[in-house]
Each structure stands twice: as C-alpha cells, then as structure tokens.
C-alpha cells in the first residue's frame, strides 16, 4: 500500500501532472455544481422552434402517451436553462442556409404535449413549461420531456417570427416532412403504399362527418421498441400478451423486466406491419361506439384489415374481426390517464401490400 501511496505521490508532485489534476477536478466539481443547479428543479420554460405544419398559426392536440405521439401532438423546444449553453438559438444565428437551421432544430429535444394542456393551440414561438420524467438533476438526464402548459410572453410572436424568416422558404417546406419522419427521410418504398391507402381512408370516414386522425405511420425496430415498452408500462403485461400473441408477447415482458434490449430487439423486429411501412394507426377516442362500427366496416371495405384496441380493458369486443363493440361499463373514450380503461384506445390497420388507390 506505502508503495501505492508513493506513486501518486510521485505522480502529482510533476508540475504538468498536478496542473491537469487540478483542472480536472475543477472541470468535474463545475459540472456538478451546473447539474445540482437542476437538483430540486421540476419544471423547466422552453421555446417552441419546431411544429408539424408550415405555418406559424399552426395548432396540435395533446398527447396521452408516448405510442399515441405523432407529428401533431409533439414539437421540438429549445429550453431556456439548460440548451442556451451548448445549442445556438435557430432564431437568432446569422447567415446560415434553411438547411443549417433545420439541423439545429432537430439538435433540440422533441416534448410531447402532455393531457394537462388539453386543448391549447401551440405556435411556433410559444414559451412553454415542461417537466421531465427524470430532470437534469438526475445525472444529467434528459428523459420523458413533456409541454404542460403555454405561458404568456409578449416576446413569442417575434420569435416566431424571426424563426420563420431564418428558415426560409425552402426551410419551412422541409422541415414538415424531416418531423414527421422523426428528424429522418424515410426512403422506405412502401411509403406510397401508405399515403395512397390514407388518403383514400380519410376522405371515406371524413364524407360520413366523423372525425379522422393517423396517429403512428412507418417505424424503426427502436420505434417499434418503445411502442412495447408503452403498451406494459401504461396498460400493463396483459396488454402486450393480448397484442402480440401468448408466447410472444411474455417473451416481450421478461425481456422488458429483465432489462435485455437485445432481446426485445429480436422479439420486435417483424412484430408490426408499421416496420414494413404497410400500416397505419388511426385515433378512436373520438369516436361513439356505434361510430366505432361503421369505421371498421369501412377500413375493411378498402381492403384494410383493422384490429381494435387496447385489446384488454376497454372494449366488449376487442382485436381482429370485430363487427359489434362498444367501451366497457364506466370506461371513458381516451381513458382517464395511464392505465385506466381505453387509455391510448386506438384502431391499427394493417395496409394490403397490393393496395390500389380508389
């Protein structure tokens, strides 16, 4: 041990060495001092610099979930205590290309709009307050962030503004198609297959009056991954068994419990027809139970071959082939938060791959 203790001496008795040690711990003892800053810290403002539609009055629903996001209840933040350190502002950088901009905007965290701002209208611009499932405090981490309400700022509309010349033109007509692609271009072929076969679905559901909503399009194994996850944390192990077969779906929750990604890599990959880019999954809150019955017939008189859920806890009859249904006693459409009854009900459809648009 005396030996031990002589090396470092040693060590740090050289000039440079003991220089490099002290700047060292000073460095580590500023990042825990930056972090301890976040410790007790559970709500955070944010800017909104990243939104579905191209125009700046552009508005999205609430999320209820992370397997209900999609590019209209989701936006990318800037937030105000923590990336002013180590991102530049895409509203204020100068003379820099649309495409520059974009890929500094998509540098940024995405926030999903959590039920408490149910009903908000977000703009580009907006100061907003989010929370996070685990803050900054926590190491560091960033994780679960989530839009709770919109603040009132006199400055929002300028930034917003300000945004919108940055981008440009040809910036505000990419930037739509790189959000709903989760900040990728999808060169996935069956790409047409999909939007021909939504288009086709949105104009028939929408010609009866009903409301029609895509909330999950073409997915990475990743993706996929946390769709999984989702499904056993929110409405729990039953859930998963019930989408993903007996055998399968138990093979998912052990691997979920035991923490094994690689695991539940395997098991995902192939579980959906959304991998393939060949199925869709379409809002049902908002739809009556007898209405739930004429868009099923209606999916299917397209070609589609629709499968209702949760398949556990929602509806009298749930999954493939159903014909009748309604929610189950006492439930309310959406549920009433994670795992309740019909939380993050939803119609998947799995898209022909011979599909040919109406």
């Given amino acids: 041990m005396a030996k031990t203790y002589d090396r470092i001496s040693t060590f740090l008795g050289k000039p440079k060495t003991r ?21 007790e810290k559970t709500e955070f403002r944010a800017r909104v610099i990243g939104i579905p539609r191209i125009d700046e009055k552009s508005s999205f629903s609430s999320a209820t979930s992370g397997n209900d996001l999609s590019i209209e209840n989701a936006a990318y933040v800037r937030t105000m205590d923590i990336d002013e350190y180590f991102l530049p502002d895409p509203a204020k950088v100068k003379n820099k290309s649309s495409k520059v901009i974009i890929d500094i905007i998509l540098a940024h965290p995405v926030a999903v709009v959590a039920p408490e701002a149910e009903g908000t209208t977000i703009k580009l611009g907006d100061l907003v307050l989010c929370t996070f499932d685990n803050n900054p405090g926590n190491k560091g981490l960033q994780r679960g962030m989530k839009i709770i309400k919109v603040l009132n700022d006199p400055e929002s509309e300028k930034y917003g503004r300000d945004l919108i010349k940055n981008l440009g033109a040809d910036g505000f007509g990419a930037l739509p198609a790189l959000f709903e692609n ?16 939504e288009r086709d679905l949105k104009k028939a559901i929408e010609a009866l009056g009903l409301p029609f909503h895509v909330t999950d399009r073409t997915r990475t194994v990743d993706q996929q991954m946390e769709r999984i996850r989702n499904k056993y944390y929110k409405n729990g192990p039953g859930e998963v068994t019930a989408t993903y077969g007996k055998n399968k779906g138990a093979k998912m929750n052990k691997a979920i419990e035991d923490g094994n990604d690689s695991e539940l890599r395997k098991l995902a990959s192939g579980s959906s027809g959304h991998l393939g880019g060949a199925a869709i999954d ?20 397209l070609g589609g071959n629709p499968l209702l859920e949760n398949m556990k806890g929602c509806w009298t009859n749930a999954g493939r082939n159903v014909t009748t249904t309604e929610r189950i006693q006492g ?5 009433n938060g994670s795992k309740t009854p ?9 898209i022909p791959s011979d599909y040919k648009s109406q």
Wanted: hydrophobic share 25%; net charge positive.
């Fill in 331 to 335: 439930a309310k459409a959406g549920g």
């Fill in 19 to 39: 220089n490099k040690h002290r700047n060292d711990q000073n460095v580590e003892t500023q990042i825990k001092k930056e972090i301890n800053k976040f410790a």
């Fill in 342 to 350: 019909c939380h993050n009900e939803h119609i998947h459809i799995d």
């Fill in 182 to 197: 989760g900040g990728f271009t999808s060169n996935n072929p069956s790409s047409k297959l999909v939007d021909n076969f």
């Fill in 282 to 301: 379409i809002r049902s809150k908002k739809y009556t139970n007898e209405q739930i019955t004429t868009v099923l017939e209606v999916i299917r008189s």
